[in-house]
C-alpha cells in the first residue's frame, strides 16, 4: 500500500448531488417510451443515427460513468482505511462486477423493442417478469442491517437464497417475442458493470497517482480514436481498420472495452475526483480559473476533433468524449461551488437517487409491471405534446420518492 497524497475521510457530497442528477434524469429520459414527444421536444429523447445534434437522453449514460469514476477512490480508499486486504478488495470488485452484469442481463433481455416483449408461451406476462426479477435483485443485494440475532441471520439468507432461485426460475422459463430465450445481454448496467472492472483494477494499482492515471486517461482516448470512423473529408475510414478477427480488437475484446470510450469516462471521473480533493484547500477564485479552464480545453479539443470525427452519441466518437467530458467537468464544478456556499440542501428532493442509485434504477420496472398487471393507461391529454413532459417528470420524482420510502423500510440495493 503507497503513501497517499490525498485525504479521502472527507465526504464530497457534490458527488452524491451530480449522481442523484444523473439518476433523475436517466429515469426521465427512460420513461420517454411511453409516450409521444411532440417533433420540437425531440431534443429530450436519444438522436437518432445520422441526427447532427446529442440529445439530453444521449448525456446520461457517460454522465453516469463520469459519477461511477469519480466514487471509485472513495470507494477502494475506505477500505483499505478500514483494513481491508488488496486481494479481499479485487474480490469485491469482481463481485460488484458479477452483480451489475446479473441484473443487466435480467433487465436487457425485456428490452427488444416490443410492447408484448415476452412470447405468447410463456407462463407469465412482462409485468410479472419485472416485478419478481425486482424482489429478486432487493432478496440477494439488499443491504441488511447488521444484526446478532441468528434468528434474523437465517431469514437474511433465505431470502438471498429465494431470490437466487427466483432468477434462476425466470432465466429458465423466459422467452421473448422472437422466441429467443435468455441470453448473455448486458445491456446498460452491463456496460457499467464492464468499465468498472477495468477502472476499479486500474485504480488498486496505481491509487492516487495522477502520474499514472492521466497517461492511462490518454490511452483509453487513443484507442477511441485510433477506431473511430472519420468525416467524410478524411475517407470515412479509421486510422487503424485491421481486418477482422485480429489480435488488437481480440485483445480489446477480452476485456470489454470496446473502442475506449466508455473507459475514458470513466478514468476521466476518477481523476477529476483526486483533483477535486487534493486541491480543495486552495482559493476559490483558483478553483473557478482551474474549472473553466478545463471545460474550455475540453470543448475547444472537441470543436478540433469535429473536424476529423462526428460529434455522435452513436458513434461514441472522440469529439463526443471531449465535450461530455466538458460537460461533466462544467456540472460537477457548478454543484461543488453551490455546496460550497451551503445550498446543499436544494437537492435534497432528489438526493435519494444518489445514495440508493441501484434501488432508483430498478424501481420503474416495478411501476411498469403494475401497470401492465392492473391495465392502467393513462389518458390521453398526458402522453402527448408538453404534458407528456411533465408526465415523465411526475413519473422520475415518484420513483425517487418510493426509493425514499423503501430506504426508511431498510430497503437499499447495495452492491
Known sequence: MNNLNTDFTQRNAAVDIFRALTMFI????NDLWKVNLPESLKWLDHARRGDAFIGLADYVL????????????FAIENRFRKGASGEST????????LALLVMGAFITNTENGSVERVSPDTIYRIGVYWILMVAAFICIWNQ????????KQRLF?????????????????FKDVRENVFSARWGILGNIGWTYLVCAFVYVYTRDRLKYLIPIWSIFVIICMLGSRMTEAWGS??????PRPNFYNDFLGIFRIGNGSSCAFTMGGIILSLLSLKYSQIANRKKIIFAVSAVAVFFFA?????????????AATPSWIFYITATSIAVYSIIYWLV???????????KPAGTATLTCYCMPYVAYGLADITGIVLPHWFTHGFMSVINCLCFSFVIIGATYLLGKLHIKLKI
Open 26 to 29: 436517466m429515469v426521465f429520459v
Open 62 to 73: 457517460p454522465c453516469f460513468l463520469f459519477c461511477v469514476g469519480m466514487s471509485i477512490p
Open 90 to 97: 479485487i474480490a469485491h470488485i469482481l463481485l460488484r462486477t
Open 144 to 151: 441488511y442491517p447488521r444484526t446478532d440475532d441468528k434468528n
Open 157 to 173: 439468507t433465505a431470502l438471498k437464497y429465494i431470490g437466487v432461485g427466483v432468477l434462476l426460475f425466470l432465466a429458465i422459463t
Open 237 to 242: 475510414e479509421a486510422f487503424l481498420n485491421l
Open 302 to 314: 472537441s470543436f478540433i476533433a469535429k473536424n476529423f470525427w462526428v460529434l455522435s452519441k452513436n
Open 340 to 350: 460550497e456556499k451551503g445550498k446543499e440542501s436544494w437537492f435534497n428532493v432528489i
